[in-house]
Nanobody, 114 residues
Framework: VQLQASGGGPVQAGGSLRLSCAAT????????MGWYRQAPGNKREFVAG???????DYGDPVKGRFTISRDKANNTVYLEMNTLRPDDTAVYYC?????????WGQGTQVTVSS
Protein backbone atom coordinates (compact mmCIF):
# COMPACT_ATOMS: atom_id res chain seq x y z
CA VAL A 1 0.00 0.00 0.00
CA GLN A 2 1.48 3.31 -1.06
CA LEU A 3 1.20 6.19 1.37
CA GLN A 4 0.10 9.39 -0.35
CA ALA A 5 1.18 12.77 0.90
CA SER A 6 -0.74 15.92 0.11
CA GLY A 7 -0.79 19.60 0.94
CA GLY A 8 2.32 20.84 -0.79
CA GLY A 9 2.57 23.83 -3.05
CA PRO A 10 4.43 27.08 -3.63
CA VAL A 11 5.08 29.34 -0.66
CA GLN A 12 7.26 32.31 0.06
CA ALA A 13 10.14 32.16 2.50
CA GLY A 14 8.90 32.58 6.05
CA GLY A 15 5.54 31.08 5.21
CA SER A 16 3.83 27.92 6.42
CA LEU A 17 2.30 24.78 5.00
CA ARG A 18 0.66 21.71 6.47
CA LEU A 19 1.14 18.35 4.85
CA SER A 20 -1.15 15.38 5.36
CA CYS A 21 -0.78 11.65 4.90
CA ALA A 22 -3.58 9.16 5.30
CA ALA A 23 -2.61 5.61 6.20
CA THR A 24 -4.55 2.41 6.60
CA UNK A 25 -5.68 1.64 10.10
CA UNK A 26 -3.37 -1.35 10.32
CA UNK A 27 -0.28 0.65 9.44
CA UNK A 28 -1.26 3.60 11.56
CA UNK A 29 -1.87 1.59 14.71
CA UNK A 30 1.13 -0.67 14.29
CA UNK A 31 3.93 1.51 12.98
CA UNK A 32 5.89 4.61 13.77
CA MET A 33 5.24 7.16 11.04
CA GLY A 34 7.57 9.62 9.41
CA TRP A 35 8.09 12.33 6.87
CA TYR A 36 10.96 12.35 4.42
CA ARG A 37 12.06 14.70 1.65
CA GLN A 38 14.18 14.68 -1.43
CA ALA A 39 15.54 17.77 -3.07
CA PRO A 40 16.85 17.70 -6.66
CA GLY A 41 20.25 16.07 -6.79
CA ASN A 42 20.09 14.98 -3.16
CA LYS A 43 19.35 11.74 -1.40
CA ARG A 44 16.04 11.27 0.34
CA GLU A 45 16.40 12.38 3.95
CA PHE A 46 14.50 11.92 7.18
CA VAL A 47 12.52 14.98 8.25
CA ALA A 48 10.42 13.95 11.23
CA GLY A 49 9.01 10.88 12.92
CA UNK A 50 6.34 10.06 15.46
CA UNK A 51 5.94 6.84 17.39
CA UNK A 52 2.71 5.02 18.04
CA UNK A 53 2.61 6.59 21.50
CA UNK A 54 3.38 10.11 20.29
CA UNK A 55 7.11 10.49 20.80
CA UNK A 56 8.63 12.72 18.13
CA ASP A 57 12.00 13.11 16.48
CA TYR A 58 13.25 15.63 13.94
CA GLY A 59 16.07 16.04 11.53
CA ASP A 60 18.45 18.82 12.51
CA PRO A 61 17.54 21.16 9.61
CA VAL A 62 13.89 21.35 10.69
CA LYS A 63 14.10 21.32 14.47
CA GLY A 64 12.12 24.16 15.98
CA ARG A 65 10.31 24.89 12.70
CA PHE A 66 8.40 21.71 11.82
CA THR A 67 5.95 19.75 13.94
CA ILE A 68 4.75 16.23 13.27
CA SER A 69 1.49 14.95 14.71
CA ARG A 70 -0.88 12.06 14.23
CA ASP A 71 -4.68 11.93 14.32
CA LYS A 72 -5.74 8.51 15.55
CA ALA A 73 -9.39 9.03 14.68
CA ASN A 74 -8.58 9.60 11.01
CA ASN A 75 -5.39 7.52 10.65
CA THR A 76 -3.63 10.63 9.41
CA VAL A 77 -0.18 12.05 9.99
CA TYR A 78 0.50 15.75 9.62
CA LEU A 79 3.59 17.85 9.16
CA GLU A 80 3.18 21.48 10.14
CA MET A 81 5.96 23.47 8.51
CA ASN A 82 6.67 26.99 9.67
CA THR A 83 9.32 29.56 8.85
CA LEU A 84 9.95 27.84 5.56
CA ARG A 85 13.23 28.49 3.78
CA PRO A 86 14.25 28.02 0.15
CA ASP A 87 16.37 25.03 1.16
CA ASP A 88 13.19 23.29 2.35
CA THR A 89 12.21 22.98 -1.29
CA ALA A 90 11.79 19.27 -2.02
CA VAL A 91 9.34 16.51 -2.67
CA TYR A 92 7.96 15.40 0.67
CA TYR A 93 6.94 11.82 1.32
CA CYS A 94 5.40 9.96 4.19
CA UNK A 95 6.25 6.41 5.15
CA UNK A 96 6.72 4.32 8.22
CA UNK A 97 9.84 4.53 10.36
CA UNK A 98 11.86 2.71 9.20
CA UNK A 99 10.49 3.21 5.68
CA UNK A 100 9.18 0.33 3.63
CA UNK A 101 10.15 0.51 -0.07
CA UNK A 102 6.73 -0.62 -1.27
CA UNK A 103 5.04 2.21 0.60
CA TRP A 104 6.68 5.17 -1.13
CA GLY A 105 4.02 7.23 -2.86
CA GLN A 106 4.52 10.05 -5.34
CA GLY A 107 5.06 12.62 -2.63
CA THR A 108 3.99 16.24 -2.62
CA GLN A 109 6.10 19.08 -3.96
CA VAL A 110 6.97 21.98 -1.67
CA THR A 111 8.58 24.95 -3.35
CA VAL A 112 9.80 27.84 -1.21
CA SER A 113 10.72 31.03 -3.01
CA SER A 114 12.91 33.75 -1.58
Amino acid sequence: VQLQASGGGPVQAGGSLRLSCAATGIIFRRDNMGWYRQAPGNKREFVAGISTNGLTDYGDPVKGRFTISRDKANNTVYLEMNTLRPDDTAVYYCNTVPPQPSQWGQGTQVTVSS
